[in-house]
């Protein structure tokens, strides 16, 4: 008969058995990203990120897995709920710890639930369900006050809003190939001022003499030593921002790129043949995911040639579905051909009163996150 597990961390599970459940899954919510995040100490001990992970056992096999953690802030989650938080400590009740569901540090839509391929889809539903109750239940029982569930499915969402959690909708801007046989094709989509000044752009970044190479893991193993290029330009950026948090250290990136090399994507601009910029990115199943950019020096255009123009060329010629340009609905994206792409959460708070008035926040900016969907999608291409 099936039973229900608890793991204090992703170690504790053979790695076989997490990547047999993983196959669908982002490379976020993969054996190898998830467990280097712990072996280097970026969660787990004094981090704020305590590791559980919950699973279905039937015998021998196991059916299911949702990694979760126990935190006592709310940082490196990317779904913002500080005001929240602020609003409970001024009424008096608690807020930490709270229970997450999510990949750290990643703001990445997918499933959270990773199940069996062999699992029907009725059989698949009921499995989420039971994973979802024995997390409030676990929740609960380590003195947590709110379960949130982030960057999930519409599946997963709606069944966990059948338990009683309420949905939370958000705004990234993604890149997608609309069957582009060359760059040129997706620039003809602008108008003509906005497409000059994109050629203009790119020209004056090869005439500083910045050359930009794009290295793909899954074609050829990304040289391990790159990692201090792609870790200084991730910490130098963190510390560029008053608001910066640099949740992940030297050994993280060199542990990804040892171990987790066939999913990087990374793309690099060198000068005289060395490197100044780059931009750190994951990818798998046809989907590219940015996450980190930095630069040693100020190059006018290079932070778009690096994150922009210059991935979405090389995904259009290796006939990629997507580029996810990451957390943050920001101008300079959607200026660049980047449109809205709806992201969902699911969130539970054990205080009702409070669960009532966040629930109703929540449903009056979900009417503006839609809204501001249906007025920006139209308009992406004619600036």
């Not at 990643?106 to 029907?120: M, T």
Request: charged share 25%; aromatic share 14%; proline share 3%.
């Amino acid at each position: 008969m099936a039973s229900l597990r608890v793991w204090e961390g992703v170690h504790e599970i053979e790695a076989g058995l997490w990547e047999n459940l993983s196959q669908t899954a982002s490379p976020f919510h993969e054996y190898g990203f998830l467990s280097s995040l712990e072996i280097t100490g970026c969660v787990g001990g004094d981090t704020g990120w305590e590791p559980l992970v919950f699973g279905v056992e039937d015998n021998d096999k196991l059916l299911a897995v949702m990694p979760a953690y126990i935190k006592t802030h709310s940082m490196g989650e990317f779904v913002y709920d500080w005001s929240f938080a602020d609003s409970a400590h001024r009424s008096g009740i608690s807020y930490y710890p709270k229970l997450v569901i999510t990949a750290p540090f990643s703001p990445i839509s997918g499933q959270r639930v990773l199940v069996d391929s062999d699992v029907d889809e009725l059989k698949e539903s009921h499995l989420i369900r039971d994973l979802l109750e024995n997390a409030l239940d676990e929740a609960k029982r380590r003195g947590c006050h709110s379960v949130h569930l982030l960057f999930c499915t519409e599946k997963e969402s709606q069944i966990a809003q059948e338990l009683g959690f309420f949905e939370r909708l958000g705004i990234q801007l993604h890149w997608e190939n609309a069957d582009y046989d060359c760059f040129d094709d997706f620039l003809a989509r602008f108008k003509s001022k906005r497409r000059k000044e994109i050629k203009r752009e790119r020209r004056l970044l090869k005439e500083a003499g910045v050359e930009v190479d794009h290295l793909n893991g899954s074609e050829a193993p990304i040289p391990v030593d790159y990692w201090k290029h792609a870790y200084r330009f991730y910490a130098d950026t963190v510390s560029r921002f008053h608001y910066g948090r640099q949740y992940l250290n030297e050994d993280f990136f060199r542990t990804l790129f040892e171990r987790f090399n066939s999913r990087l994507q990374f793309s690099v601009a060198t000068k005289e043949g060395t490197p100044i910029a780059g931009a750190f990115n994951l990818e798998k199943d046809g989907r590219r995911y940015g996450r980190y950019w930095g630069a040693d020096e100020a190059v006018p255009f290079l932070h778009f040639e690096v994150c922009s123009y210059g991935p979405v060329q090389d995904a259009i010629e290796k006939k990629l579905q997507a580029f996810e340009a990451g957390a943050g609905a920001h101008a300079h994206k959607f200026y660049r051909g980047f449109g809205p792409a709806l992201t969902r959460s699911a969130h539970c708070y054990f205080h009702n009163g409070f669960h009532r008035a966040i629930d109703v926040y929540c449903q009056r900016e979900a009417n503006h996150v839609l809204e501001e969907i249906r007025n920006v999608a139209p308009s992406v291409f004619v600036r």
